[in-house]
């Protein structure tokens, strides 16, 4: 009986079956389209879900590198042992002294190079005859010259 009531069912409506077959094509024909669209960029999608895995695991073992260090911390300061804490702090303070001493050179050897940039520039300046700004010579122009200046020299003349 079933199976008669869906032969009717079926027969009833081609209409409808045509109706979602189209319907069906359609979708198919977008998904397609859509696919295409996409596929060119696939490979890089799948090179930065790659670098965003390796990215997350360096967190990881950053962090998880950084709670071990901060527990060794812990248990060094924490430590009942004098002479430990003692070697602890003073391997700091001279880490603290060799960073402070490699930051001075590296700010010495920057100012080094802009100097050196500098003068540089001024030749290459030079043999282009570019000029540099001079303020001696900023306000010597007729405009803002001394008028007695100008009448003492018209007198001789």
Sequence with gaps: ????????????????????QAESDRW???????QAKVEPFQDQLDAFEAEKNALLSQTTVAQGE??????????????????QKIRHVQKLQ???VKLKQE???????????KRQ???????LNRQQGVRRFDPSKAFKHKENADPA?????????
């Design 1 to 20: 009986m079933r199976a008669i009531q869906e032969e009717e069912r079926a027969s009833a409506d081609p209409e409808e079956l045509s109706r979602l």
């Design 94 to 96: 001279q880490e603290n």
């Design 117 to 123: 940039t500098q003068k540089l520039q001024d030749k």
């Design 66 to 83: 950084m709670k071990r260090l901060a527990d060794q911390y812990a248990n060094l300061l924490g430590h009942q042992n004098q002479k």
């Design 149 to 157: 200046a100008d009448n003492s020299m018209m007198s001789t003349m």
């Design 28 to 34: 198919q024909t977008l998904y397609e389209e859509l």
């Design 103 to 113: 930051v001075t050179k590296l700010r010495e050897e920057s100012t080094k190079h």
